[in-house]
């Protein structure tokens, strides 16, 4: 009966998750204002948090007003990787079973995407036909094309889910359904399913935050005449945790996002413009602050990163392989050990599972700091990513624990008994 009762609770938290119609509104309001906060203070106000003396707040307002130039490459962008993701081929993979206990069928091509982006970027950028100063330019109106275009896709999808995915964890109310959308995994019928969720999670925009390094790398270049070291870093570390995303394209069936949150404006703003224009922040910011980097700095930076991007790909990859095959993956050369649950799905309790419940967030958090690292400390601008981060890694745990706690009940309790800790061993 207990655990009846917190199922039901953990289900209406969900439902009304962020706080309701009020808290949905006023998060919706500061994830927009955000991006161009962090704009403004990147290119008219040197870095700084606070207003400058010398803050171009004109040139701000003049810069954010979308240009034809800006939806021209942000909608032939988006149409880019459409035509991709239809095209390319890829393994056909199953993904988990939906709560009705069917499975989806998933077009892996990702990481053949990823390639052919940057092999086409790097022609067209070698051959004149992309100017990279004139997107740099266009930043502040590229920001609002692309928040228009994650608006639209909101507005699309509130009706669209409702009749073309599965409804999950709905409340009938506008403004709540509208920020945490209407269905778990709304498609474009086609015959190797085009699934809206995952398009915009791993394409558009992740490839479009390596774009932006890039670009920032380049024009770095042309003021400069050399790419700063911590650019580099910024850069090859950013690219890398892009590059292994889509190299485990597969692993991310299995996330929260993919199995349990519908598709709304949360993760439509998320995916377009959130993700591409705030995580190049490091390397906007370094575009403007060319210093020579301590070897101190650097050797942080690397370790971090290194250290960051094993504990994160082993964690996720252990989750993956398990779920593939439970009853023979190896976990650290042993067989694994599991909870079984009456929902029928398993869950792992050894390898870094055993050690806390979300392991893998360590990772995460790590190698955003490890890319904060190289702009040093003259202003907390570069920080806002690790800060950000690790608030949205503990919330993310939270809704993680609800869903899990609505889903296997007793079973889960028996888990969090094993599995003392929720992110980091014997801390928290
Ligand atoms: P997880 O990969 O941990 O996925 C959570 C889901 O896994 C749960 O809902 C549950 O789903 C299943 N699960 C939970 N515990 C177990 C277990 N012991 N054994 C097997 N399955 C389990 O979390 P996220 O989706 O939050 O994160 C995935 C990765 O993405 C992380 O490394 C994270 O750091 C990263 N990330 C990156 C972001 C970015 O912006 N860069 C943003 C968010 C995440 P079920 O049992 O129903 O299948």
């Known amino acids: 009966m207990a655990s009846a009762t917190s199922a039901t609770s953990a289900k209406d938290t969900l439902i009304w998750s962020f706080g309701g119609p009020v808290g949905c509104t006023l998060m919706s309001v500061l994830v927009v204002v955000i991006p161009y906060y962090l704009y403004f203070c990147l290119e008219f106000n040197q870095g700084m948090p606070i207003p400058t003396a010398g803050a171009d707040v004109a040139g701000f307002w003049k810069s ?3 240009t034809w130039t800006a939806a021209g490459f942000y909608l032939g962008w988006l149409a880019l990787q459409v035509l991709l993701q239809i095209f390319v081929p890829g393994l056909q993979v199953e993904g988990v079973a939906q709560p009705d206990g069917t499975r989806l069928s998933y077009r892996m091509n990702g990481h053949r995407c ?27 109106a590229l920001l609002s094309v692309a928040g228009l275009v994650s608006l639209v896709l909101s507005i699309f999808l509130y009706p669209y889910g409702k009749t073309r995915g599965q409804s ?48 920032f790398a380049w024009v770095q270049y042309q003021e400069y005449g050399f790419v700063s070291t911590a650019m580099i870093l910024v850069n090859i570390g950013q690219l890398l945790y892009v590059w292994d995303c889509m190299r485990m394209e597969s692993a991310l069936l299995t996330t929260m996002d993919i199995r349990h949150e519908n598709f709304g ?23 403007h602050h060319v210093h020579d980097l301590p070897l101190w700095a650097a050797l942080l930076a690397v370790g971090l990163a290194i250290a960051g991007q094993l504990l994160f790909r082993m964690s996720n990859k252990q989750k993956d392989t398990f779920r593939r095959d439970p009853e023979n993956a190896l976990i650290w050369g042993k067989p694994a050990q599991y909870i079984e649950t009456r929902a029928g799905t ?82 928290y």
């Open 64 to 66: 954010i007003i979308p």
């Open 114 to 140: 990823f390639w052919i982006t940057l092999i086409l970027l790097v022609i067209l950028v070698a051959t004149e036909t992309l100017n990279l100063s004139l997107v740099y330019q266009e930043f502040g």
């Open 168 to 215: 999950f964890h709905t409340s009938g109310n506008l403004i709540q359904d509208f920020f945490m959308g209407t269905a778990l995994n709304p498609r474009i019928p086609s015959p190797t399913g085009f699934d809206l969720k995952l398009f915009f999670e791993c394409r558009p925009g992740l490839f479009l935050w390596s774009l932006f390094n890039a670009m």
């Open 265 to 287: 404006f949360m993760l439509a703003f998320g995916d377009t413009p959130w993700v591409p224009f705030t995580y190049c922040l490091q390397a906007y910011y370094l575009v």
């Open 346 to 427: 398993k869950l792992l309790a050894s390898g870094t599972w055993g050690l806390s419940r979300h392991f893998n967030y360590v990772g995460d958090e790590l190698m955003a700091i490890s890319w904060s690292i190289p702009c040093l400390f003259a202003t907390p601008i570069p920080y806002f990513y690790p800060i950000y981060f690790a608030l949205l890694l503990i919330h993310r745990e939270r809704r993680d624990h609800l869903l899990c706690a609505e889903k296997y009940g007793e079973d889960w309790e028996r888990y969090c008994k094993r599995v003392k800790w929720r992110i980091i061993p014997g801390i």
